[in-house]
């Protein structure tokens, strides 16, 4: 039992976020870059084994993942666009994340993973527990990458709405009784970090009249200085006649 002989010796830190690898390979060789806008494919898969050099600690400094066998999900959540499941705030606000020093922000987060649902209105085809499975993640060779690209490491993400999103990541599908885990937001899910979906905010209209001169000012995340629009006719796709790449 626990008595009076039992004494505090230190802390154990552990990473608070994990680092996203900026593509993963295919069996073909080929690699599949990293989730970067909303609406196009791209791979999710994060990197551990980062070791700290010098006197400067590394902020992903961590451990390698598990072996090949050690299976892995991972859900997606807005933080700053959509609001909480059963809430009226977006998670940014729900966790006070847009404070500057918030202790207790990890926490709120790991809180947050256990609680949300997966949503294909965010992430395609990412709706239910059995679709996540199809998207299982194992580690690689050198358990340095955990991409989460199915069985055969040959399926792409796509992400359906721009903004800041959480990772959250749930290590172990199956418990020691063999019970599945993961299934439910309430298992061992936690909070991995956050990552930026570039992109407009969309549904907005505009209203001009023939033949004048009008301006657009568009709202959304992550606009960089060579992005362009391209203007097509009703019932149009943005990607007819050209590069469905949204920073084109």
């Known amino acids: 039992g626990i008595g009076a002989n039992w004494l505090h ?12 690898a900026s593509s993963t390979a295919t069996p073909a060789g080929s690699q599949l870059p990293y989730l970067q806008y909303a609406g ?40 700053d666009r959509f609001p909480l499941t059963g809430a009226g705030l977006t998670l940014e606000k729900a966790t006070e ?13 790991d809180g947050a993973c256990r609680k949300e649902e997966y949503s294909s209105t965010l992430v395609e085809l990412l709706g239910t527990p059995a679709t996540a499975v199809t998207l299982a993640a ?15 490491h040959d399926q792409a993400i796509t992400v359906q ?36 979906l570039r992109g407009p905010k969309g549904d907005e209209v505009w209203t001009a009249g023939v033949g004048g001169i009008f301006g657009i000012s568009l709202a959304g995340w992550g606009f960089q200085d060579n992005d362009r629009i391209r203007i097509l006719g009703a019932g149009q796709d943005c990607s007819a006649g050209g590069t469905n790449d949204p920073a084109s």
């Open 161 to 196: 709405k721009a903004g800041l999103v959480g990772i959250c990541y749930c290590a172990f599908t199956t418990d020691a009784s063999g019970t599945r885990r993961c299934e439910s937001p309430a298992d061992t899910w936690i909070f991995a970090g956050l990552m930026l």
């Open 9 to 20: 010796i230190g802390k154990v830190p552990t990473v608070q976020a994990a680092g996203v």
């Open 97 to 109: 994340g847009h404070l500057a020093e918030n202790p207790g922000h990890i926490a709120a987060m």
């Open 40 to 79: 196009k494919p791209g791979a999710l898969g994060l990197v551990g084994g980062v070791t700290s050099t010098g006197d400067v600690l590394n902020p992903y400094d961590s451990q390698r993942f598990g072996g090949s066998a050690s299976l892995a999900l991972f859900n997606l959540v807005s933080f």
């Open 138 to 152: 194992t580690a690689s060779a050198d358990r340095r990458i955990l991409a989460f690209d199915g069985p055969a």
